[in-house]
């Protein structure tokens, strides 16, 4: 997922997404994207107040528009970028299963919740800043990631 719709802008159908990625070229000019399973090429893009205002193919009304708020947007995956180290996408991390340097399961990531300083890994009832000093290790091959947690973390 690299945005959500957010709204809609004007009259002739362009929509606001929220943007949920750090490449702002998912959203250049001829791209294709997916609204609802469905490819949808970029016809006019410009970043406005923090959000991407996007034409999208075959949406040119307002009401049309309308329709898409709150739906995922998402890159197609023969078109994924080469990551950095140590860097992964958010849907490649939910799922994967969180366990403390000890070996104790603490439960499945089931969101990354983007925030200014940096995201969190919702696990359950535990919020954990994704950071070295305690995310210690992702292993997307075995699906699991090691964490330290300090006191107080897990509302014991």
Known sequence: MIGRIVGSFGIKGEVKVQ???????????GQTVFVRS??????SSRFHKGQWLLGLEGCTSRSAAEE??????YAPS?????LPQDTFLTKDLI???????DG???GVVEDVLPYPAHDLFQVGAILIPVVKEFVRA????????????IEGMKGE
Not at 38 to 43: A, F
Not at 95 to 101: A, D, I
């Open 68 to 73: 898409l708020q709150w739906e995922d947007v």
């Open 95 to 101: 799922g994967m299963e969180v366990f403390e340097e």
């Open 78 to 82: 023969e078109g994924r970028l080469e």
């Open 19 to 29: 943007p949920l990625t750090d490449f702002d070229e998912r959203f250049d000019l």
């Open 104 to 106: 104790t399961s603490l």
């Open 138 to 149: 992702v292993d997307p091959a075995a699906r699991r990631i090691t964490v330290r947690l």
């Open 38 to 43: 469905s490819p949808r090429k970029i016809e």
